[in-house]
């Protein structure tokens, strides 16, 4: 069982930055060389929604709104996934979670294995 622990979410003025932390523990020799790492979010009365994913060995996909402003990436001596976040706007504003399956592509469909407790993000206008 893998367990991931996010941290960094905040508050920020729109046209600012955050970075967001997702640490894995568990089975980390797994966690490195076979699960593929990403982000959701899910802002009030909304369906969670993919952000971005990597795998093990770099490869990215990002939901195609937000392009150029998030990327995702990973220390695989760490453990630990990242996303930066910049440019925020207020419809950013949401819990993120950290999630984690099997798969070693970036795109294609996920079977969430872990889930992490979420971080909240709010961006005022």
């Known amino acids: 069982q893998v367990q991931l622990r996010e941290s960094g979410g905040g508050s920020v003025q729109a046209g600012g930055s955050l970075r967001l932390s997702c640490a894995a523990s568990?089975?980390?020799?797994?966690?490195?060389?076979?699960?593929?790492m990403g982000w959701f979010r899910q802002a009030p009365g909304k369906e969670r929604e993919f952000v971005a994913a990597?795998?093990?060995?770099?490869?990215?996909r990002y939901a195609d709104s937000l392009k150029g402003r998030f990327t995702i990436s990973r220390d695989n001596g760490k453990n630990t996934v990242y996303l930066q976040m910049n440019n925020l706007k207020p419809e950013d504003t949401a819990v993120y979670y950290c999630a984690a399956d099997r798969s070693r592509f970036a795109d294609g469909p996920w079977v969430v294995e872990s889930w992490g407790q979420g971080t909240q993000v709010t961006v005022s206008s």
């Open positions: 990597i795998t093990w060995n770099g490869g990215t």
């Open positions: 568990g089975r980390t020799l797994t966690i490195v060389t076979t699960y593929r």
